[in-house]
Nanobody, 134 residues
Framework: QVQLVESGGGLVQPGGSLRLSCAASGFTLDYYAIGWFRQAPGKEREGVSCLSMSDGTTYYADSVKGRFTISRDNAKNTAYLQMNSLKPEDTAVYSC???????????????????????????WGQGTQVTVSS
């Protein structure tokens, strides 16, 4: 069974840090791109950061550049999102997604355009809540 499972969300004060994990099972991420997307109530989904699990190419949205870091551990079939200097506006449900690298042109395109949950060459996690509040 193909599955992505996120963990690491929670409540943190402004200025704090969290690390999200996205663990894959049922398939190998080596030839996939991984993306972290977030959606806050009443707002559109935003591609936060995307990564090629093959060559490590990364993309960051301007809103998180310099504060968030996406990384990979191919041996563990897992990707991570280290979030530092968190702000209240970072509050959202964060979901990871994976798609076959052959289905995208660049990791930037993956983040900016995204792909539907029904894409047969991709997979989405269930999401994890991140709340930044004092």
């Amino acid at each position: 069974q193909v599955q992505l499972v996120e963990s690491g969300g929670g409540l943190v004060q402004p200025g704090g840090s969290l690390r999200l994990s996205c663990a894959a099972s049922g398939f190998t991420l080596d030839y996939y791109a991984i993306g972290w997307f977030r959606q806050a109530p009443g707002k559109e989904r935003e591609g936060v950061s995307c990564l090629s699990m093959s060559d490590g190419t990364t993309y960051y949205a301007d809103s998180v550049k310099g504060r968030f870091t996406i990384s990979r551990d191919n041996a563990k079939n897992t990707a991570y999102l280290q979030m530092n200097s968190l702000k209240p506006e970072d509050t959202a449900v964060y979901s990871c997604a994976a798609i076959d690298l052959l289905r995208i042109t660049t990791v930037q395109a993956m983040c900016v355009i995204g792909f539907p949950h029904t894409d047969p060459f991709g997979s989405w996690g269930q999401g994890t809540q991140v709340t930044v509040s004092s």
